[in-house]
């Protein structure tokens, strides 16, 4: 899926993984396959609106050792800042 | 996977997907009704027995002709369902078996219901490394697991 696109923060460039839109299991399979060439140690944020995303971005980091540095839950949108293991 | 219900086939399949995309090894043990989701929709091949040919008349041939377990009425609650699942982006049965298959999630299909339905392996769909097993396979790998569900 061709929904990720980089981003210029203050503290790093870190990489918009946009998991708007869709509904589970397909935050987390598209948020798998995006990641996976990703460098160790790289941070990225995720954004999904699927209310699911909150608990299960949780579980996949703790399964997959990703480090999720922030989660930030609004009614509208989940956003994660996770790092990839190192 | 015991079930060709299309409602519990999704749900069967958001479980095996979601748990790849946590690296999870997932295989899915198709037997009985279940087999049918494993066939392609094509004509039926030469040299069956009138009956296992009545087999595949009647039964669903892939994830396109399958009915729900609950409000199906007649196909116009699957056509109302699959309406919903489109305007709310939810994936399609289709969908969730090109993300099993890009994800990793091995296919087995059991080998004493595709010989008493009277299906051909060269009658299932393609899908990477699907292999045709028994009930020995099967509790081998769940052996093995954490997880196992029947559906």
């Known amino acids: ?86 | 996977m015991f079930s060709n219900d299309l409602d519990k086939l999704l749900a069967a399949f958001s479980i095996a997907t979601g748990a790849a995309a946590c690296g999870l090894k997932v295989s899915m043990f198709f037997t009985f009704w279940g087999t049918t989701l494993l066939r392609r929709e094509a004509p039926q091949t030469a040299g069956k027995r009138l009956v296992e040919r009545m087999f595949g008349w009647m039964l669903p041939a892939g994830p396109r002709q399958l009915s729900l377990s609950r409000m199906h009425m007649g196909g116009l609650g699957r056509a109302l369902i699959g309406r919903e699942m489109r305007r709310k982006g939810i994936p399609a049965l289709t969908e969730m078996i090109e993300m099993a298959k890009a994800s990793g999630v091995e296919i087995l299909a059991c080998s004493m219901s595709m010989d008493l339905m009277g299906i051909r392996r060269e009658e299932l769909l393609d899908y990477p490394n699907l292999r045709i097993c028994g009930a020995t396979q099967f509790v081998d790998m769940a052996a093995d697991g954490n997880v196992t569900l029947f559906v």
Do not use: H
């Not at chain 1, 948020?31 to 995303?53: C, H, I, K, Y």
């Open chain 1, 1 to 86: 899926m061709e929904t990720s696109q980089v981003v210029e923060t203050t503290q790093s460039t870190k990489r918009l993984i946009d998991l708007r839109g869709m509904k589970c299991p397909a935050p987390i399979v598209a948020l798998n396959n995006e990641t996976r060439q990703m460098a160790a140690g790289e941070l990225f944020e995720a954004v999904a609106d699927d209310p699911a995303f909150e608990l299960d971005v949780k579980a996949w980091c703790r399964r997959k050792g990703y480090e999720l540095l922030t989660l930030e839950v609004s009614p509208q949108e989940t956003r994660a800042v996770v790092r990839c293991p190192v």
